[in-house]
């Protein structure tokens, strides 16, 4: 069984940076893609961005592409977000997912997930 483990949320206010991590446990994740995905209440969890096992592919929505980056240690089993300029519609809470294949647009099956964390965007 594999764990996922996210950390590095917090209160940031609106043009700062936070960077998550997400530890992996109890195998190895190493030919896995991984991938964030963000929720806020009341709507549907949302893909952010994804990394292909090697790092060789990345994909971002379009949200956030040239303010976030995805990034992932094998060596150290984590997988990171930088998250620069933030805006107040960043509030969410960001769940780090990983799967064997690369789709991440039916949710459903996709086979590990963390519990998430909080990151709130002040203005």
């Known amino acids: 069984q594999v764990q996922l483990v996210e950390s590095g949320g917090g209160l940031v206010q609106a043009g700062g940076s936070l960077r998550l991590s997400c530890a992996a446990s109890?195998?190895?994740?190493?030919?896995?893609?991984m991938a964030w995905f963000r929720q806020t209440p009341g709507k549907e969890r949302e893909f952010v961005a994804a990394i292909r096992w090697n790092g060789g592919r990345t994909s971002y929505a379009d949200s956030v592409k040239g303010r976030f980056t995805i990034s992932r240690d094998n060596a150290n089993s984590t997988m990171y977000l930088q998250m620069n300029t933030l805006k107040p519609e960043d509030t969410a809470v960001y769940y780090c997912?990983?799967?064997?294949?690369?789709?991440?647009?039916?949710?459903?099956?996709?086979?590990?997930w963390g519990q998430g964390t909080q990151v709130t965007v002040s203005s």
């Open positions: 109890g195998r190895t994740l190493s030919n896995f893609a």
């Open positions: 997912a990983a799967d064997p294949n690369w789709n991440w647009s039916y949710q459903g099956s996709i086979a590990y």
